[in-house]
């Protein structure tokens, strides 16, 4: 088996595989007679022609050591995950290598952070660490097939 460590998340390690979301050190400007910050467009819903939807998953905790044994896609939209609590959790993510996942990563998402999953893009089920956990989803709805799971050799995640 094959055993990864997790690793920090930043925009740039994540870049190839979608947004960061959380809040830019300024905002883009002051809205509502300046009491509220507006950090505008921090990624962009890719819908293939479908609609954007939002929905809420609640998720079953895991604990480390974690085996990730089962990634998915979706290639006609992008797929967005929004914490509504304060407890970091995991984003398993992997490159196509012909069709397949490749090597997955691990990245370690701070609590109140989010990711936006470019469409097509491998990732693992959600990953809430030590307790369940409620998540905004932001993705596509509408014709054709937008999911694609496989099953791969078991991958050991540690901290």
Do not use: K
């Not at 997790?6 to 809205?31: K, W």
């Not at 990732?123 to 509408?142: I, Q, S």
Request: aromatic fraction near 6%; hydrophobic fraction near 40%; glycine fraction near 10%.
């Amino acid at each position: 088996m094959t055993t990864i460590r997790i690793q920090p998340l930043s925009a740039a390690a994540f870049a190839p595989f979608g947004e960061v979301l959380t809040p830019r050190p300024a905002p883009d400007r002051m809205i509502n007679a300046g009491r509220c910050e507006r950090h505008h467009a921090l990624a962009t819903v890719q819908t293939g022609g479908g609609d954007a939807i939002i929905s809420v998953f609640r998720s079953l905790a895991v604990s480390l050591p974690y085996d990730c044994d089962l990634l998915e896609r979706h290639p006609l939209g992008s797929q967005a995950f929004m914490p509504l609590g304060h407890d970091p959790w995991l984003s398993v993510v992997a490159p196509d290598a012909g069709g397949r996942p490749g090597a997955p990563l691990a990245f370690l998402v701070p609590g109140g952070t989010g990711v936006n999953l470019h469409a097509g893009v491998w990732h693992g089920v959600l990953t809430p660490l030590d307790r369940p956990a409620d998540f905004w989803v932001v993705d596509r709805e509408g014709a054709g097939t937008n999911l694609e799971e496989c099953r791969i050799d078991p991958v050991r995640i540690t901290a």
